[in-house]
């Protein structure tokens, strides 16, 4: 964990995320102990691929089994990491990682995947 202000955790998530496969990999949880936390990809929105099925899904379906670990769904978030990573070793990602599909196609494999298991 580090706490920082605004600025320098986003140069910190943001080289902490290519050390992990680039900025569409990263999942992020804002943690507020007790109170009402906030769970986002790291990625921002990236306008210029916005609605061209390129970008990468996996920072927000990661930061989807994220929360689901936070709120105490331990199973479910392994079922979802699992998943992702089986999409990583079977290269059924986007190509920023090595893939060929697109986003909805990586959306729909890991959703897939998830509900086999």
Known sequence: MIVTNNMFGDIITDLGAGLQGGLGMAASGNIHPGKTSMFEPVHGSAPPIAGKNLANPMGAI?????????????????????????????????????????????????????KSS
């Not at 769904?73 to 599909?101: F, Y």
């Open 62 to 114: 990661l930061t989807s089994a994220m929360m689901l670990g936070h709120l105490g769904l331990e199973r479910e978030a392994a079922k979802i990491e699992t998943a992702v990573l089986d999409a990583i070793r079977k290269k059924k990602t986007t190509p920023d990682v090595g893939g060929t599909l697109g986003t909805k196609e990586v959306g729909e494999w890991v959703a897939q995947r998830v």
